[in-house]
Nanobody
Framework: QVQLVETGGGLVQAGGSLRLSCTTSRRTFGTYGMGWFRQAPGQGREFVACITGSGGNTDYADSVKGRFTISRDDAKNTAYLQMNSLKSEDTAVYYC??????????????WGQGTQVTVSS
């Protein structure tokens, strides 16, 4: 059973920063690329960012480019999403995923439980 455990969500003022973490097993971390998705109230889930298994390639949604950075620490089996210059429209439940990238799409195989990020204006 694959488990993805997210931490780091919370309440922050607009313009502030948060870092989300996602920890999983060594086997999962070594097998899959890692991605982040989010779901705002009343909206569908949307792609945020992904990073390949080797960490050599990253991709971002246009709405977060230049503000968010995805990274991974293989020694800790942990992926991170550093979020800077947060805006009220970034408010959502953020989900960590493990999956694979095909072309311009990241396809999750597994999902975490989600962590709430709330940005106050």
């Amino acid at each position: 059973q694959v488990q993805l455990v997210e931490t780091g969500g919370g309440l922050v003022q607009a313009g502030g920063s948060l870092r989300l973490s996602c920890t999983t097993s060594r086997r999962t971390f070594g097998t899959y690329g890692m991605g982040w998705f989010r779901q705002a109230p009343g909206q569908g889930r949307e792609f945020v960012a992904c990073i390949t298994g080797s960490g050599g390639n990253t991709d971002y949604a246009d709405s977060v480019k230049g503000r968010f950075t995805i990274s991974r620490d293989d020694a800790k089996n942990t992926a991170y999403l550093q979020m800077n210059s947060l805006k009220s429209e970034d408010t959502a439940v953020y989900y960590c995923t493990a999956g694979s990238r095909s072309g311009s799409l990241f396809s999750p195989n597994y999902w975490g439980q989600g962590t709430q990020v709330t940005v106050s204006s």
